[in-house]
């Protein structure tokens, strides 16, 4: 089977359940909480049924919610440095910062700053890694990859692949170009215009998830920039070549949070839902799922891991590892749509 079809497969079996279940619980996901096997538990040991909608990018979440109506979704994943637009807008509830095991937590990744918005708790982070170089070390030189410079060299030209996602994106072009992430305000940008569009020359394509780990895979690219853990170690079992580093000029480190959305009708149900998210076992289920994996955020979770999951996950490189990654860029409305732009300037590039 194919990645792709095996999404498609765990999409389709996501939306079959039994009909005897007493209750619904509506979900705006990323495709790792898709997978039966992280919802199935909660099910049964509700009675419910978690219905699920899978989206890319918080732009488009956020525009999901506000073509809906006030309680046709119970909770939502979403990028934790992206918690304060989503709050901002009056989309999600507050959460009882006392009912959630965050003392349990790799505490570099409490982004409190983002999930606590004045002294109230909106969401609660679940999961996290680091968008860097994914590469098939069998195909590529493992030294190059060492620095973001490589893919401007020209010896990968038409090797690349570009995750199409702008944040992070740009915040490793602006990285390579010696920009940190917090000062990626729109003067940097025109800074990485020049580079950005020479990757895009270089490169094979720009992919979402599924595209790039299909692209990986089946060897149509060698690099893929924007990649990282959550998009080979899925693949390990099948293919234990495709690899990732952190080069000399950092990584980004990525944090998804899972949040309550305000005007929900199911307000305990939600809660319970996030609370099973955030235990140790919830917590494993996600750090391994079927589309992605991911470092779970709570650190119970290696009780609940095999040794082989946490050697895949490189549990004990995490200390080091959180070291040297930055955070998301965080741009303000004026240059959020300005990233959006020179993204789209790319695309058609």
Known sequence: MTIKQGCVTLALLAGFAPAAYAEDLNALIWCDHADPALLEPFEQ???????????EGTAAGLTLLEQSRPGDWDVMVIDAVDVGRAVERGFLAPLPADQLPTADFFPEV???????????????????GYNTLAFNKAKVDAADMESLGALWSGKYDGRIAIYDYYLPVLGLVGLQDGIATKDLDAAALDKIREPLMS??????QVSDVVASQTALATGEVDVLIGGGEWLTAVLNAENPDLDWTIPKEGGLLWAQSIAMVEGTERPELALEFIKYITSPEGQARLATSSCYWGMPVNKMAGDVLTDEQKAILRWDDQA???SRAQLYPVPNAATDTAMQDLWTEMLQN
């Not at 040991?45 to 989206?55: P, S």
């Not at 409190?112 to 982070?125: F, K, L, R, S």
């Not at 990757?199 to 094979?204: I, N, Y």
């Open 45 to 55: 040991a509700h009675d419910v049924r978690v219905n699920v909608k899978e989206y």
């Open 110 to 128: 409490v982004l409190q700053d983002h999930t606590t918005i004045d002294g109230q708790t909106y969401a609660v982070t679940e999961k996290f």
């Open 199 to 204: 990757l895009k020359a270089a490169s094979r």
């Open 320 to 322: 080091e590892y959180l």
